[in-house]
């Protein structure tokens, strides 16, 4: 789509996921982060935050139900979507406005924390992880036959 701004932002989820349909039964979660950026000081030797930027997210159908039953507060979430510009009035007549964004992805940060995803099917019905079966060669490119990784003695480390 022409003209669109895209961004990736990444940040923490400030509230709970709101999960809400539309008259017409569609889904959609709305959410808020905070992305805060972080410089090294030299001189004082230790990490400054930054100002936070604060952004409204909307998510809309199997996303959205998704996005409620995944994602908590404080999670650390990558987000990917289209900026948009919001102007209003507010109470007392002021005009104001806001950046929001139409997310077409997201999903949690694995820099500090691990996750296990659910494949649903198209009823909505989901399935547990499948484990990874292992190539007949062991999947390093030789054939069949031991680990070439392994170690004798697993208490040694392979190094």
Known sequence: MSGETLVTVVGNLVDEPELKFTPGGAAV???RIASTP?????QTNEWKDG???FLTCSVWR???EHVAESLQRGTRVIVYGRLRQRTYDDREGVKRTVFELDVEEVG????NATATATVTKANGTSSAPQARQQPSN????Q???PN???TQNATQPPF
Do not use: I, M, N, V
């Open 51 to 53: 100002e936070s930027l």
């Open 138 to 141: 062991g999947g390093y490119g």
């Open 148 to 150: 070439p990784w392994a």
């Open 38 to 42: 972080r410089t090294f000081d030299r």
């Open 143 to 145: 054939p069949s036959g």
């Open 108 to 111: 949690p940060s694995l820099k």
């Open 62 to 64: 199997q996303a959205a």
């Open 29 to 31: 979660a709305r959410f």
